[in-house]
């Protein structure tokens, strides 16, 4: 016996030997030893791996045919082994078609392609691959599902880790379309749900809801486990999409009822607050909505205007737009209306268009075109640029005479729009008309800093300092001068309208149809 073995130990290093001098048969049966740890070799993967690459295998059949059937499926395409898979199949191995089949099924839906490999792999002697097609032939409604489903349950397939690498590699180059169809596949098929399984559909839920892309109904059941999986073991994204389903939170890729059947409020603004916590920003709007939905007495309040406030400082479009749209509300003093103003302004530019339609309300209307006032622009400005100035942002901001007149630009202007204020005014012109107006273009702004600097200058008898009442008589006679109607420039309203956008709670119950 111990003769036997020193035998066998003195062949081995024979062996290693002549594998080192790149001898391609030694190099191809010391790397399956090590692959599959047989004849007193340990299994040593990445080893095999390195004898079986060695420069004088390259283009070497044989070797690329060990790797395929040593290795299951998952490993394989973990460590970037598709190439040897492929030669192994054209080569006529029943394994390396069967794996193969199965790995274009998935991630090509190439039913045509997968049929033939398994054929192949049947012809060649694989009793799993016409057990596959039988299965194939018996399911009239999804026949390459029922193939897939026989074959995920084989350990030369690793579908665990198959799943898993398929997923993050097409998440990698935005197949979304396999990628959905792979997240199908996991919920349908009774594969081991491992940690790197659970964390790769985790990742895959996360993708299609940054890409937008919407998926289709699938078994909620299972996506829950899933999840909740990924949550026991710490993923504050798993937290995050549990808890907005649990939550009834619908989101642009999926209701929330594909993702969790029963609603649990509770359980759910545990996960969104625990998401939040570990530094997820998007949790904190739902987190506002969950309380402001559910809100049952004053004493909730404080959250959610703290979680609104938390959701608005992260970047979130909505949640600066509820921000807002709650400061104007209630806004009387002109620095309330400047800092409500600043986050709608804010929302606006990110494209929420109820923001955007929201700051319309805040401009009054002018008549006529833009473009017949702009070119009665160009006459006045030979006549006198500061009035010129004055009228130009009073069409692009909807200013009333008055406003107009007693407005100093450089005091009022701000990265958003423009402040009007009261003190202001002059003499007969000395009223509250204080108002926060946004630009609702990036030109109107452009026109702003333009005419702050004009008239910070002193270049205009028409500038601050100017006598209000002499200011005015200068616009009258340089409108008549050019034969132009004023209703081309200021804002004519009500007195009713005109008081609207200056207090708060007027102005929000006239738009409350935009933003209830």
């Known amino acids: 016996m111990l003769t036997c073995t020193r035998t066998m130990r003195r062949k081995d290093v024979q062996l290693l030997a002549l594998a080192k001098r790149g001898d391609r048969d030694s190099l191809c049966e010391v790397g399956q030893r090590y692959l599959t740890g047989s004849e007193g070799f340990p299994r040593y993967i990445d080893l095999g791996l390195k004898y079986l690459s060695h420069q004088s295998l390259e283009n070497f059949p044989p070797s690329a045919k060990i790797i395929a059937e040593a290795l299951p499926l998952g490993e394989l395409v973990r460590r970037n082994l598709l190439v040897a898979l492929t030669t192994a199949a054209h080569c006529g191995s029943a394994s390396a078609s069967l794996k193969l089949g199965f790995w274009l099924a998935l991630t090509r839906n190439d039913e045509a392609s997968a049929l033939r490999l398994l054929s192949q792999a049947s012809q060649n002697g694989s009793a799993d691959a016409s057990a596959a097609l039988t299965a194939l032939a018996q399911d009239q409604k999804n026949p390459l599902r029922a193939a897939l489903s026989y074959l995920a349950v084989l350990p030369e397939i690793d579908a665990s880790g198959a799943l898993a690498q398929m997923l993050s590699s097409t998440i990698k180059t935005g197949d979304f379309q396999t990628v959905v169809r792979v997240l199908e596949f996991v919920t349908l098929i009774p594969v081991e749900r491992s940690p790197e399984l659970c964390d790769a559909v985790c990742d895959a839920l996360v993708a299609t809801h940054d890409s937008r892309i919407s998926m289709p109904e699938m078994n909620s059941d299972c996506l829950q486990s899933i999840l909740e999986d990924c949550v026991r073991r710490g993923n504050s994204a798993a937290a995050l999409i549990l808890g907005r389903a649990l939550c009834g939170i619908d989101v642009v890729f999926a209701w929330s009822s594909s993702l969790a059947l029963k609603r649990n409020v509770k ?250």
């Not at 130009?392 to 107009?404: C, V």
């Not at 990036?442 to 209000?468: E, R, W």
């Open 267 to 516: 359980e759910g603004r545990a996960l969104l607050l625990r998401a939040a916590e570990a530094g997820l920003n998007e949790a904190w709007f739902p987190l506002y909505q969950v309380h402001t939905e559910f809100q049952g007495s004053d004493e909730n309040s404080r959250p959610s205007g703290f979680f609104l406030q938390k959701a608005a400082a992260s970047g979130n479009p909505s949640a600066k737009r509820q921000l807002g749209m709650s400061i104007l509300k209630s806004a009387v003093a002109i620095e309330e209306f400047e800092s409500g103003m600043q986050w709608m302004t804010q929302a606006a530019h990110q494209g929420d268009v109820i923001a955007r339609n929201l700051l319309r309300t805040l401009v009054l209307p002018t008549r006529g075109e833009d473009q017949e006032a702009y070119q009665a622009i160009v006459e006045i400005t030979r006549h006198d640029p500061g009035v010129a100035h004055r009228l130009l942002i009073a069409r692009d901001f909807g200013l009333t005479k008055e406003e107009t007149i007693c407005a100093d630009f450089s005091l009022g202007i701000r990265p958003w729009g423009l402040v009007i204020s009261n003190s202001m005014g002059d003499g007969k012109f000395r009223q509250p008309f204080s108002r926060a107006i946004p630009a609702l273009e990036a030109s109107f702004l452009d026109h702003l800093n333009v005419a702050a600097n004009y008239f910070q200058q002193g270049k205009s008898g028409t500038s601050k300092d100017t006598d209000n009442r002499q200011a005015w008589h200068m616009l009258e006679h340089v409108l008549n001068l050019c034969r132009c109607d004023e209703s081309l420039f200021f804002a004519q309203v009500p007195d009713a309208t005109l008081a609207s956008p200056r207090q708060g709670t007027s102005w929000a119950h006239s738009v409350e149809k935009l933003w209830s």
